[in-house]
């Protein structure tokens, strides 16, 4: 059972441009949203997280945006670089369930074309 | 990486033969982890470790064990390796805050 959809399984995005990849959870009770972003022969490392009590959470050119009642999430990598090129990542879990409990969403792989 | 060194980085094995696959670590972090990757299931929990001695099951387990006999050691053990374990390996380590670091995998084809 997927427990955090995420869309699209691919993405390419000119230079300069937005990039969005979402996630849609089914479990009410996650409370805790982060995102992977992992480049080609190396492990995910975490970008950014958010927990529901924020509606936005904004680092550099990465913004989480949450929505509760839709229980969706989403990425967007604002003035994207060909730097960003990578394998994006979602997940959710419930706090204090410790990591072992984070559930991943299927991945995005992301281009970004100079 | 996190002090995170996974070996080896590539393996070929032959259908029912055991293999294992090593994770060291010199953060000495409480908590360790392994993950396989596929495509289109992202990352899934095999096994993981809360302290020397102690592992527990994770979401895909079966044909997998696990040792963890010092702090810095987290051994992933395929009994008998099929070819649906083929795959990439990571295993992650944590100490006392919330987040985990991964190392940089290993890639296990099984033919």
């Known amino acids: 059972q997927q427990q955090v959809k995420q869309s699209p399984q691919s993405l390419i995005v000119q230079k300069g441009g937005i990039s969005i990849i979402n996630c849609a959870y089914e479990n009410t009770a996650f409370d805790y949203f982060p995102w992977y972003q992992q480049f080609p022969g190396k492990g995910p490392a975490l970008l950014i997280a958010?927990?529901?009590?924020?509606s936005e959470k904004k680092e550099g050119r990465f913004t989480i945006s949450f929505n509760k009642s839709a229980k969706q999430f989403s990425l967007h990598i604002m003035d994207s670089q060909p730097g960003d090129s990578a394998t994006y990542f979602c997940a959710a879990s419930m706090r204090n369930t410790g990591f072992q409990k984070l559930v991943f969403g299927t991945g995005t792989r992301l281009l970004v074309s100079p | 990486d996190a002090g995170i060194t996974q070996s080896p980085r590539h393996k070929v094995t032959e259908t029912g033969t055991p293999v294992t696959l090593r994770c060291h670590q010199t953060?000495?972090?409480?908590?360790m982890y392994w993950y396989r990757q596929d495509p289109g299931h992202g990352l899934r929990l095999i096994h993981y470790?809360?302290?020397?001695?102690?592992?527990d099951k994770g979401e895909v387990s079966d044909g997998y064990s696990v040792s963890r006999s010092k702090t810095e050691d987290f051994l992933l053990t395929l009994e008998s390796a099929t070819s649906s374990q083929t795959s990439v390996y990571f295993c992650a380590t944590r100490g006392g805050g919330t987040e985990a670091f991964f190392g940089q995998g290993t890639r296990l084809t099984v033919v």
């Open positions: 470790s809360y302290g020397v001695k102690d592992t």
């Open positions: 953060e000495n972090h409480r908590y």
């Open positions: 958010i927990r529901p009590d924020v």
